[in-house]
């Protein structure tokens, strides 16, 4: 069965250093695996996804993920955190053993971004 | 363009009443979802349809009855729902299919729903 691991339920950084979101997976098979990001009282925005392309993933908003297999890693890094990045971030595995790609959710990381 | 509408955006309601949220999408895609979050915890799954027929009921209760009328849309009914129903209900959409990038799914920004 699948399954996501969310490392960190809250992170603080301040504005200008880096950003670093940790996840660990569990899947039997080739997953994919997502970044999704909820704002307060928002929906969901897709911010990068993993496909068995390349293992480097450059999202939006200048986040990207690396996919390890070695270590089932896909932590999701940007450079240099923005105020506007403070927000819930859910890394996703799509459960390949379903019929439809359901999705099962980490429990999520809240981001705070100190002035 | 990858845009999905959920109306009303707001809702609150009395445990007697009948009303229904409402998803659209058009990007051509053939799955559609409906999720329900509670404050702090990922989002949970209620419902699926693929190419309008419902394909995964996640033991939801009766109170709540999707509805799918064209490939665009997608309702979902709510009828003597409880104070514990109150939460964010959230759509969500992909392509359909089972390879990676077909089952890639897309939010709506969600109904917040307060039942009283």
């Known amino acids: 069965a699948q399954s996501v691991t969310q490392l960190d339920s809250h992170v603080s950084v301040s504005e200008g250093t880096p950003v670093l979101l940790r996840c660990n997976y569990s899947?039997?098979?080739?997953?994919?695996l997502f970044w999704y990001v909820q704002h307060p009282n928002k929906g969901l925005q897709l911010l990068l996804k993993?496909?068995?392309?390349?293992?480097l993933v450059k999202g939006i908003n200048g986040f990207e993920a690396e996919f390890k297999k070695s270590e089932t890693s896909f932590h999701l890094t940007k450079p240099s955190a923005h105020m506007s990045d403070a927000a819930e971030y859910f890394c996703v595995v799509s459960d390949l053993e379903g019929s439809q790609g359901n999705l099962i959710f980490g429990k999520g990381t809240k981001l705070s971004v100190k002035p | 363009d990858t845009e999905v509408t959920q109306t009303p955006k707001h809702l609150v309601m009395g445990m007697t009443n009948k009303k229904s949220l409402k998803c659209e999408q058009h990007?051509?895609?053939?799955?559609m979802y409906w999720y329900k979050q509670k404050a702090k915890k990922p989002p949970e799954l209620m419902f699926v349809?693929?190419?309008?027929?419902?394909?995964i009921n996640e033991s939801v209760p009766s109170r709540f009855s999707p509805e799918c009328p064209n490939s665009s849309l997608l309702n979902l009914h709510l009828h003597a729902l409880q104070p514990e129903d109150s939460a964010l209900y959230l759509c969500?959409?992909?392509?359909?299919?089972?390879?990676?990038?077909?089952?890639?799914?897309?939010f709506g920004p969600g109904t917040r729903l307060t039942v009283l």
């Open positions: 990007m051509g895609h053939r799955a």
């Open positions: 349809y693929s190419y309008e027929k419902l394909s």
């Open positions: 993993y496909t068995s392309a390349a293992t």
């Open positions: 969500a959409s992909s392509l359909g299919g089972t390879s990676g990038i077909l089952y890639t799914q897309y």
């Open positions: 899947s039997s098979y080739s997953p994919s």
